[in-house]
């Protein structure tokens, strides 16, 4: 099951451009691992820009597996799984 969010985040990145850590509703949530990536195409008719999804597990006071968006230049937390 997944909570839909599709809240703004900022997010601290590593080397390789993912997300280390987030900053989500005022409170940080590190990234202990990232599950997968992919990146969904744009509407070329629509001039619409690639949207790069990233699923992590991620730490706060419990774990939990999020889905990561980027769009542009802003990230976004996509999902909450269940």
Same mark, same amino acid.
């Given at each position: 099951?997944?909570?839909?969010?599709?809240? +703004?985040?900022?997010?601290?990145?590593?080397?390789? *451009?993912? +997300? $280390?850590?987030?900053?989500?509703?005022?409170?940080?949530?590190?990234?202990? &691992?990232?599950? /997968?990536?992919?990146? &969904? +195409?744009?509407? !070329? !008719?629509? &001039?619409?820009?690639?949207? =790069? =999804?990233?699923?992590? /597990?991620?730490?706060? *006071? $419990?774990?939990? $597996?999020? &889905?990561?968006?980027? =769009?542009?230049?802003? !990230? =976004?937390?996509?999902?909450?799984?269940?």
């Amino acid at each position: 099951m997944a909570k839909l969010i599709g809240e +703004p985040i900022r997010t601290h990145a590593g080397r390789d *451009s993912l +997300p $280390t850590a987030f900053i989500w509703r005022k409170r940080l949530y590190r990234v202990v &691992e990232v599950l /997968n990536r992919w990146r &969904e +195409p744009a509407d !070329w !008719w629509d &001039e619409k820009q690639v949207r =790069f =999804f990233v699923g992590v /597990n991620a730490r706060n *006071s $419990t774990e939990g $597996t999020c &889905e990561l968006c980027q =769009f542009g230049d802003s !990230w =976004f937390l996509q999902r909450i799984l269940d």
